[in-house]
């Protein structure tokens, strides 16, 4: 059976609310390199999950992690997260669907707006087909 391929612009979607209450396959947060889950979003992952996620981290051991996006304007970092999701898309993947979840509605509001203006100066699609084969999945990304 030939999956009906689905639009990137639809499999991105941004929203406002609480990581941890999406019904998703995996949830990626930025880390450290011991993967601790501290405070801010990886401990209210931890909070709401439960001590096994820690542990599972542990497991894992260190990890090089990249600069990340801390540090840059709201604007910015959102367009940086919304190209980079889109150039994933573009790419064989068993990703269906990524979700920004942001923390409060201003957020949500500048995410989608750049979103917008990216959509509006595409001349072309970057891409427009779901995997085509392998496990298909849910991520949640947080900004």
């Excluded at 609480?18 to 909070?47: E, H, P, S, Y």
């Excluded at 790419?91 to 509006?120: G, H």
Aim: hydrophobic residues 40%; negative net charge; contains cysteine.
């Amino acid at each position: 059976m030939t999956k009906t391929p689905i639009p990137i612009d639809s499999r991105i979607e941004i929203l406002a609310g609480d990581l941890t209450d999406m019904d998703v396959d995996a949830i990626v947060n930025a880390a450290n390199n011991d993967l601790q889950l501290g405070g801010d979003v990886a401990g209210a992952i931890r909070r709401k999950r439960g001590g096994q996620i820690q542990l599972e981290c542990d497991e894992i051991g260190t990890i090089p992690v990249g600069t990340g996006i801390a540090g840059f304007p709201l604007r910015e970092c959102a367009g940086i997260m919304l190209r980079e999701a889109l150039k994933s898309l573009a790419q064989p993947t068993p990703i269906e669907k990524i979700y920004f979840v942001l923390l409060d509605e201003e957020a949500r509001r500048v995410f989608e707006a750049v979103q917008s203006e990216i959509k509006a100066g595409e001349t072309k699609r970057v891409g427009s087909s779901a995997p085509k084969s392998g496990r298909q999945g849910r991520a949640c990304l947080l900004s």
